[in-house]
């Protein structure tokens, strides 16, 4: 049934698609590029197709090629997962997680604890960057939290919360506010969708837009820095009810006229479909759930 499938020339395959390069891909295969690029060849044939572009800048796969590499990566990662259960004692069970630095630091590595008093036998390993993980094309990760303005209908996604905006500051700046000599952290949110989350929203709302003309700005483009620098009292930050959370409940921050708040995306926990059935996603995506829950 399965005597004619060019199983090598596939693990070449994939390891190439993945990496994007001929010679990382006979790297950690341990032979050489030009095997590889007989292996690629002899597939080539084989399919009647041209899976890969090929240049003097190197290779890049074509739209057939990524076809057969997103197939070819699960079914892989699929067979991996299915012997490692003939040796669970010898395999950590881990689970990848990807998501912001902001939101890793302010929301979910403060949590994790009550993770692992929960699911003991499963270990967190946090990716963070801004740029979102094609999940369809790496399965390496597991999960990927992400504030969206509508759900990736290719993506099975679990609501977690709602995000609002409003002015944070710490507790003393708040308390002795100098109106005439205002200072305002200035962060550059990348919300999806057509949210307008930013000071002149927000002191339109609060019908105070002369603060813009007077106001020092203290510019970061880092989620975490701008709200580390509330917290030193450097100014009010303008930051989502979600990523406060923590520093609210300890007292680091509090809100400066709580009744103004604008509206911003909600933050969903995403998988490839069917990885939501696998015991450690769906451990860990239950436990979200209950953690989002209690932050109300």
């Known amino acids: 049934m399965f005597s004619t499938l060019p199983l090598n020339a596939l693990r070449t395959f994939e390891a190439a698609a993945r990496l994007g390069s001929f010679k990382a891909a006979a790297e950690e295969l341990s032979v050489t590029p030009a095997a590889i690029s007989h292996q690629i060849r002899t597939l080539e044939t084989h399919l009647g197709a041209r899976l890969f572009n090929r240049s003097g800048q190197g290779v890049t796969v074509t739209e057939e090629g990524e076809s057969l590499y997103r ?17 669970p004692d010898t395999v950590q069970q881990t689970l990848t997680i990807t998501t912001t ?3 890793a630091a302010a929301w979910l590595i403060p949590r994790l604890g009550s993770f ?5 036998h499963f270990d967190v390993r946090v990716d963070t960057r801004n740029e979102l993980v094609d999940l369809l094309r790496d399965s390496s990760i597991d999960v990927a939290i992400r504030s969206v303005s509508r759900d990736d209908p290719r993506l099975f996604s ?3 919360m709602h995000e609002r905006f409003s002015a944070y500051g710490a507790p003393d700046l708040v308390a002795s506010l100098n109106l005439e000599q205002i200072e305002l952290i200035n962060l550059r949110w990348k919300i999806p969708g057509a949210f307008s989350v930013n000071w002149e929203s927000w002191c339109a709302a609060a019908a105070c837009q002369s603060w813009l003309e007077t106001a020092q700005m203290r510019e970061f483009d880092d989620e975490h820095f701008a709200l580390s620098a509330a917290i030193a009292g450097h100014g009010l930050v303008l930051a989502s009810n979600v990523l406060v959370a923590n520093s609210l409940r300890r007292g680091e921050l509090v809100a400066y ?16 479909p069917g990885k939501e059935r696998q015991a450690h996603v769906s451990a860990f995506l239950r436990w ?3 953690a989002a829950l209690e932050d109300g």
Request: a positive charge; aromatic letters at 12%.
């Open 101 to 103: 630095p902001g939101f």
């Open 71 to 87: 197939q070819t990566h699960r079914a892989l990662s699929d067979i991996r997962r299915s012997l490692e259960a003939f040796y």
């Open 158 to 160: 679990q609501a977690l």
């Open 288 to 290: 979200l759930v209950d």
């Open 257 to 272: 006229r709580p009744e103004i708040s604008l509206p911003g995306p909600r933050y969903v926990a995403a998988c490839v």
């Open 116 to 120: 692992y008093k929960r699911f003991g």
